[in-house]
């Protein structure tokens, strides 16, 4: 027995290949899969490249009683189909693996690259000669089919043996040994004449591999029994649970030309009882494709008439041991193989594989295999472009959907914030407690509250805490004092945006764990990653303080070094440093001129025209002040007024900022992604609307 195939797992998989001293070097187009090869030889010295081979010699005798056990029926060859085009075929071909419309998956692409190699390498044989036709057996180790391929090719003057290992055996003059090619060299005349490629796939599963063994083969023989057949007629399956594997590809496979299935009698069931279990096993549509061309076997005559024929061998070749023994041959064990063989119509079998080319032609057999694989490729393809259509249809409903709730919601938001004219909006009580209550129509917005209160908020320090008055000991406390009413720049605003913010939040994660097809397939599910990558691309996660980015700037504009409290902080500190020197200065001249004109007497002239009557004095002392709380009053009054239009210009272009914002983080971004997969279904549908076409 050959040894595994590694792609084929446990299954034993071998191939043969017939004796050609001008393509020894027929390949294989099975990429995926390297099954051992039968491959006869014209001489044991002759070496094939890659593989090694034995061939077995037989004498005039034996070689004749080989054709006999052999000789296939006698049957007219006749064409029955004209061979197409195999230059159509390539175009076709061509015309539906496009890479970039990417409507197949990358099996049926090799499959597609495999159909064209093979028909290059055909038409640039030219006159050397068809290429070798390649017939597929495929069977359960427990139909016998391993016991039908040494009945096949079995060398009648010797055993092949019943070794159950997975090591290749090579057959030549001298002791068998393992090869590693899964390669066997055997010399056998109807392989030469038929030029067949050969190959044997035991215990099949349903792989691709496995697959693209059958799609590259011209012919096909699918090996059962009728006990199996039955057990599939009186066996109730239950939902999911997989049948006879030669009967599942059996199914896939009827439609292919020179399919043909092999019955092998172990209940001695007639053909009617097959044909039942046949219709059971696979269907009434596929059991009138595969009824015709049936074949029913008897392996086990198959192996007798084979033994048979080696006692009758031996027998005819041994000495006479007495003279007076009877000198003619015993015709028992001629008969007894005459008889097997005829009850196992394995001949049958042979002939139809031997009068295959010869019946059709290389060509027609290639162009044959090919249709079929390239009108499964079609199907495949319209398959898939109709599945993701329909899919990209429900995606695109979807999103739709999600558009319009989202479009609700999102108006919902800005209506809290920036109600309209006539809107019956909820606004803050100026009582105690806060409570939320009805308004009336026309409200203002909450960006006009807010800055309302701020407003307010700085008149109030200004009135209670920052009077002109206090700044000549409270100078170093107005940057303080108005910071600290700044830290309540639009506080009311920033809760009511936070709000929004979360329920935004909340609707962008609903849209990601949102409702998705589970039956998407793989190219659709590929292009929900991409719509999901362009959603993550294109949009930021919508946090808390997302919708708070003009309030911080505007706040940070208030605070920075040279906004309008630093202006108003420096110059007040300057107008209360000026103001308090002056009142200083002139305290002290009033005050050593009162203190002159009180001790008159005793002074020379000079100096008493310094001195001043106390009353003088003070009256002059507050007429100096009087004059400079007027000028500070006046002067700080101004800061405020510059103060306050800033801060109006500032409140102006917060509300537009807002907007501008809540637009940019909303509409432009949360929309726009989940408008992603509609857009990108758009192109999807376009390339599967054009391979729909392409295939009607």
């Known amino acids: 027995m050959p040894s595994l195939p590694p792609s084929i797992g446990a299954r034993q998989c071998l191939r043969l290949r017939p004796r050609s001293s001008a393509r020894l070097d027929c390949k294989s187009t099975s990429a995926s899969m390297q099954p051992s090869l039968v491959t006869p030889v014209p001489s044991a010295a002759r070496t094939i490249s890659r593989y090694t081979s034995r061939s077995f010699r037989t004498n005039a005798s034996q070689l004749q009683a080989v054709q006999v056990a052999h000789r296939p029926h006698e049957s007219p060859v006749t064409s029955s189909q004209q061979a197409q085009s195999l230059s159509d075929i390539v175009r076709r071909v061509q015309s539906v693996v496009d890479p970039t419309q990417q409507a197949l998956g990358g099996e049926w692409i090799n499959r597609m690259d495999r159909l064209v190699q093979k028909v290059q390498r055909l038409e640039a044989a030219g006159d050397r000669g068809p290429d070798c036709n390649r017939v597929l057996v495929v069977g359960s180790s427990l139909s016998q089919t391993q016991q039908l391929l040494n009945a096949m090719i079995d060398e009648p003057l010797r055993e092949m043996g019943g070794s159950q290992n997975n090591q290749a055996q090579a057959y030549a003059p001298g002791h068998s040994q393992p090869l590693d090619s899964h390669t066997v060299g055997l010399d056998r005349h109807w392989l030469q004449q038929a030029n067949l490629e050969i190959t044997v796939?035991?215990?099949p599963s349903p792989s691709e591999a496995t697959y693209d063994l059958i799609y590259d083969s011209e012919a096909v023989l699918f090996v059962t029994d009728d006990y199996?057949?039955?057990?599939?007629?009186?066996?109730?399956?239950?939902?999911?649970?997989?049948?006879d594997t030669t009967h599942e590809l059996l199914s896939r496979f009827a439609a292919k030309p020179n399919v043909h299935l092999v019955v092998n009698s172990i209940l001695g069931s007639d053909l009617a009882q097959?044909?039942?279990?046949?219709?059971?096993a696979t269907?009434?549509?596929v059991s009138e494709l595969v009824a015709p061309s049936l074949i029913p076997v008897r392996i086990s005559?198959?192996?007798?008439a084979n033994a048979a024929l080696r006692q009758a061998l031996e027998k005819t070749e041994q000495p006479i041991a007495s003279p007076v023994a009877d000198s003619t041959p015993s015709t028992a064990y001629w008969d007894n193989f005459s008889s097997h063989y005829q009850r196992s119509n394995v001949g049958t079998l042979l002939n139809l594989i031997q009068t295959l080319q010869a019946r059709q032609g290389s060509q027609a057999l290639l162009a044959q295999s090919s249709a079929f694989l390239l009108q499964h490729c079609l199907d495949e393809a319209l398959a898939i472009a109709k599945r993701n259509l329909a899919y990209l249809h429900q995606l695109r409903s979807l999103a739709s959907e999600a558009k319009e709730r989202e479009q609700i919601v999102l108006k919902q938001s800005l209506e809290r914030i920036w109600p309209p004219t006539t809107a019956y909006t909820g606004q803050l009580s100026s009582d105690e407690i806060k409570v939320w209550r009805p308004a009336s129509p026309g409200s203002h917005s909450a960006v006009d509250q807010a800055m309302q209160q701020t407003d307010a908020l700085f008149e109030s320090t200004f009135d209670s805490k920052l009077q002109w008055w206090k700044l000549i000991w409270k100078v170093d406390d107005v940057r303080k004092e108005l910071e600290s009413a700044c830290s309540g720049f639009a506080a009311s605003l920033e809760s009511d945006l936070a709000y929004e913010s979360g329920r935004l939040a909340t609707l962008q994660l609903v849209q990601q764990l949102g409702p998705s097809l589970s039956s998407a397939s793989r190219d659709v599910i590929l292009l929900t990653n991409e719509a999901e990558a362009y959603r993550s691309s294109k949009l930021r996660t919508i946090e808390p303080s997302t919708l708070m980015e003009p309030i911080h700037r505007r706040r940070a504009q208030l605070l920075q070094?040279?906004?309008p409290i630093d202006v108003l902080a420096s110059k007040s500190r300057k107008l209360a440093v000026t103001n308090s020197?002056?009142?200083a200065v002139t305290a002290a001249g009033v005050g050593s001129a009162s203190v002159l004109g009180a001790s008159l007497t005793g002074i020379d002239a000079s100096s008493a025209a310094l001195a001043l009557d106390p009353s003088t004095g003070i009256g002059l002392g507050l007429l100096t002040l009087t004059l400079v709380g007027w000028r500070m009053q006046g002067q700080y009054n101004k800061y405020r007024r510059q103060f306050r239009d800033d801060w109006q210009r500032f409140s102006q272009g917060l509300d537009q900022d807002l907007k501008l914002d809540y637009q940019s983080s909303t509409t432009e971004e949360y929309v726009r992604s989940i408008a992603a997969?509609?857009?990108?279904s758009s192109s999807t549908t376009s390339t599967a609307q054009k391979i729909i076409d392409k295939s009607l």
Request: glycine share 14%; no cysteine; proline share 2%.
């Open 201 to 203: 796939l035991l215990d």
């Open 228 to 243: 199996a057949l039955s057990r599939s007629a009186h066996r109730s399956r239950s939902a999911g649970e997989r049948g």
């Open 274 to 280: 097959i044909a039942d279990g046949l219709e059971a």
């Open 283 to 285: 269907g009434s549509s």
């Open 301 to 304: 005559d198959a192996l007798a």
């Open 561 to 563: 070094t040279g906004g």
């Open 581 to 583: 020197a002056a009142v």
């Open 677 to 680: 997969p509609n857009t990108t």
